[in-house]
T-cell receptor
């Protein structure tokens, strides 16, 4: 059984388009995250939700909007895509905030042309 | 701060040797540290963690050492195997909400 799943795995789109990435976890975790990994492998947190409430919102353009319909899902919608948005986006979950490791999804490679 | 760790150095080791991956963290208030392994095309995977009230923790073939005096973390892998080839990230957590990842270290294992 896949613990944290993301769809799609690959996403190729043109500048200016709007796209969404979906994430689901079946671990019963309370906390979910979105990370962006650039071409140099640097992993940076974008958002975190705890029990469907936004608790971390890093300096991310407001073109990025997360949505958590329930504790098991955290989706990421991106408006007006730009070349610089090209990266691998990872969803993760943890049992809670604090001293808990995070479980990562397989990633979504977004390429903006 | 935002710059935990080194800027993706590379470590090359012979199969069967021990590996040591180092990490410097910047926030003395961090109280929880984690090592993750990322294989090509996959998401990071938890390896081992340590809280700030400890200085050493052992797992299966892995040991994490924490030196709070110099804000240094290391991951030791015993008898390194080809399957250990990956990028390794240290991460720190302060106050329970935000985890900051280092830049990662690429480990190559030569057969």
């Amino acid at each position: 059984d896949t613990a944290v799943s993301q769809t799609p795995k690959y996403l190729v789109t043109q500048m200016g388009n709007d796209k969404s990435i979906k994430c689901e976890q079946n671990l019963g975790h309370d906390t979910m995250y979105w990370y962006k990994q650039d071409s140099k492998k640097f992993l940076k947190i974008m958002f975190s939700y705890n029990n469907k409430e936004l608790i971390i919102n890093e300096t991310v353009p407001n073109r990025f909007s997360p949505k958590s319909p329930d504790k098991a899902h955290l989706n990421l919608h991106i408006n007006s895509l730009e070349l610089g948005d090209s990266a691998v986006y990872f969803c993760a979950s943890s049992q809670g905030t604090g001293f808990y490791e995070q479980y990562f999804g397989p990633g979504t490679r977004l390429t903006v042309t | 701060g935002e710059n935990v760790g080194l800027h993706l150095p590379t470590l090359s080791v012979q199969e069967g040797d021990n590996s040591i991956i180092n990490c410097a963290y910047s926030n003395s208030a961090s109280d929880y540290f984690i090592w993750y392994k990322q294989e090509s095309g996959k998401g990071p995977q938890f390896i081992i963690d340590i809280r700030s009230n400890m200085d050493k923790r052992q797992g299966q073939r892995v040991t994490v050492l924490l030196n709070k005096t110099v804000k240094h973390l290391s991951l030791q892998i015993a008898a390194t195997q080809p399957g250990d080839s990956a990028v390794y990230f240290c991460a720190e957590n302060t106050g329970g909400f935000k985890t900051i990842f280092g830049a990662g270290t690429r480990l190559f294992v030569k057969a």
